[in-house]
């Protein structure tokens, strides 16, 4: 069904990559309506999907301190448990891509001269579940997390018996509909209306954090963008947040 298109990660494509889509067919349908494989162009029949111009979620301040409250206690109740505090901390303070977040080990977490964070050199295949080398900018990139994450990523490590940093079996990293529906639930633990919004828009209010204060070209490699053209643009996370 054209409405049920869903990305490997299980989200509901928007109208725009639908076009997107729509369109390379549309050219290949063209072509065998010229080489004289089809009579006519099936494409030409079909209406364009609606382009929704809705800004990309970001979390404001006061957001940002219910779900991350500094009460351990209170945090942990927001979570459910430490790794997912850890989890959404991190992305929380990077704005990693979900598959990026999804396959980090303990050998990828650094401590050098006061500053902590990940080293960004692999990602999960959301097609076949398994890891694969390389970034989508083509390079490895360093990512910075605040102490308090870093505290507490330790006492997690602690507890935890496996390679991987986030995985609820040992084998297999968090999946982005795992974590959307893991936000729900701490979501409606602290009070915080979502929206619509899901784990990637930690990505998009990372992003417009460090643009407030942080060359252009500097963001776009600590989010392994591949221009500054991909740099998002959202109401400023002082502000009221707009779904």
């Avoid at 099936?42 to 979620?57: A, D, H, Q, Y």
């Avoid at 729900?184 to 417009?208: E, M, S």
């Amino acid at each position: 069904k054209r409405q049920g298109l869903r990305s490997p990660m299980g989200y509901e494509i928007s109208g725009a990559t639908k076009n997107k889509v729509m369109s390379c067919l549309n050219q290949v349908m063209e072509e065998a309506v010229r080489c004289g494989v089809l009579v006519s162009n099936p494409m030409v029949s079909l209406e364009s999907f609606k382009e929704g111009n809705k800004e990309r979620g970001v979390f404001t301040n006061q957001e940002m301190g219910e779900l991350f409250p500094g009460d351990r206690t209170r945090l942990l109740e927001i979570w459910g448990s430490l790794m997912w505090a850890c989890y959404f901390m991190v992305l929380r303070d990077t704005g990693h891509r979900m598959g990026e977040q999804a396959v980090l080990t303990w050998e990828d977490l650094f401590e050098e001269n006061d500053r902590y964070g990940f080293t960004i050199t692999k990602s999960m295949d959301w097609y076949t579940k398994e890891t694969k080398p390389g970034t989508k900018t083509g390079y490895s990139r360093a990512t910075l997390i605040e102490p308090e994450t870093y505290t507490l990523l330790q006492e997690h490590k602690a507890q935890h018996p496996w390679p991987l940093i986030f995985t609820l079996d040992g084998e297999r990293g968090i999946i982005a509909e795992t974590a959307r529906k893991h936000l729900r639930l701490a979501a409606k633990n602290a009070q915080v209306d979502l929206q619509g919004r899901t784990p990637y828009c930690f990505r998009h209010t990372a992003n417009t954090r460090l643009l407030l204060h942080t060359a252009p070209h500097h963001v776009r490699f600590l989010m392994g963008h591949r221009s500054d053209c991909l740099l998002y643009t959202s109401p400023s996370p002082r502000d009221s947040t707009s779904s």
